[in-house]
């Protein structure tokens, strides 16, 4: 049996297992995925030592890591963050799987003004896919401002035509507020959302957070982490398998059938 697991600081929430032994199921692949807690002084010797046929990568470790490794490609080089090794070879399926997710939600971003709230690792890989998506602009928000500075001008320097934009098209949540066990908070207020506007999360749980919700009441429309979460794992698993398991799986489908293991 193939054993794979996701390695963070803290994993008590990380919903990976479940999605991966799922996902697994349904295509009759014989393998198995937990999860691995590791103290960031032992980060290195594990990844270096470990007998993973894969490893998923989350948060503190995704840029950490890159310095064990003997490759990552260059979607993670641009980025900065892997959350996927094959053996000691790197691979960003963040960006990938936020663009399967706009595909399969009928999302056009060619030509939109996109603003992301955040500036941290999920920030940067929306941001690359977005560019890869011929976006007319992307802005962001950021709490802490030098963050901000310096995720502007990283895009600016991959973007060369970002414009300026005053009113977006699509906004994308990339910072945890409102995840779970803090779903009261909301990334950003809602005073000016307007309707046909897209409001995107990254958060997963609960399945539809309190800004979608509100973003909903006043006519945007809303997609959950969820629907990225989902496609990212099934990017790994073709990865670690060679195969294209996005002609078996149907991601909406999944979400529907996953949506049992969370309030919504
Ligand atoms: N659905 C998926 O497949 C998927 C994939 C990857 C990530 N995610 C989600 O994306 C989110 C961000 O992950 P990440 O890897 O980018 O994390 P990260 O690198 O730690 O960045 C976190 C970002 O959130 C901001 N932030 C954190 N706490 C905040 C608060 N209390 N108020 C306002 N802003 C706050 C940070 O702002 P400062 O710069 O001010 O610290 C930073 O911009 C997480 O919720 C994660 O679960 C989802």
């Known amino acids: 049996m193939k054993k794979f697991a996701v390695i963070g600081e803290s994993l008590s929430h990380s919903f990976s297992p479940i999605l991966h032994k799922i ?20 980060l ?23 310095s064990a490794l003997d490759s990552i490609d260059e979607p993670s080089k641009i980025i900065g963050a892997v959350n996927c090794l094959n053996g000691l ?8 799987g936020f663009l399967k997710s706009m595909q399969v939600n009928n999302v056009n971003m060619e030509g939109k003004n996109c603003l992301i709230i955040g500036a941290g690792g999920a920030a940067k ?22 963050r901000l500075k310096a995720i502007t001008s990283w895009v600016n320097s991959l973007f060369i035509n970002n414009k300026d934009h005053v009113t977006p098209d ?24 307007y309707k046909n506007q897209i409001l995107i999360d990254t958060i997963y ?33 073709n990865i670690w398998f060679g195969i294209d398991a996005f002609k078996k799986i149907d991601i909406i489908k ?5 949506s049992i293991y969370y309030a919504s």
């Open 44 to 66: 290195h010797s594990f990844i270096i030592n470990n007998q993973f046929n894969g490893l998923n990568i989350t948060i503190p470790y995704k840029e950490k890591v890159i």
């Open 125 to 146: 890989a929306i941001a690359f896919a977005l560019i890869k998506s011929n976006v007319n602009s992307i802005k962001f928000k950021n709490r802490t401002e030098s």
């Open 23 to 42: 996902i697994y199921q349904k295509l009759n692949l014989h393998a198995d995925y937990g999860m691995v807690e590791i103290a960031p002084k032992d």
């Open 89 to 96: 070879e790197g691979f960003n399926t963040d960006w990938r």
């Open 205 to 237: 749980n609960p399945l539809i957070t309190n800004w979608l919700k509100e973003g909903a009441e006043k006519g945007a429309r809303i997609i959950s982490g969820m629907d990225m979460l989902i496609a990212q794992a099934i990017f790994s698993i």
């Open 170 to 193: 699509i906004i994308i949540n990339c910072t945890p507020q409102g995840m779970f066990p803090i779903q009261d908070k909301i990334p950003m207020r809602t005073d000016n959302i």
């Open 254 to 258: 999944l979400k529907k059938e996953l």
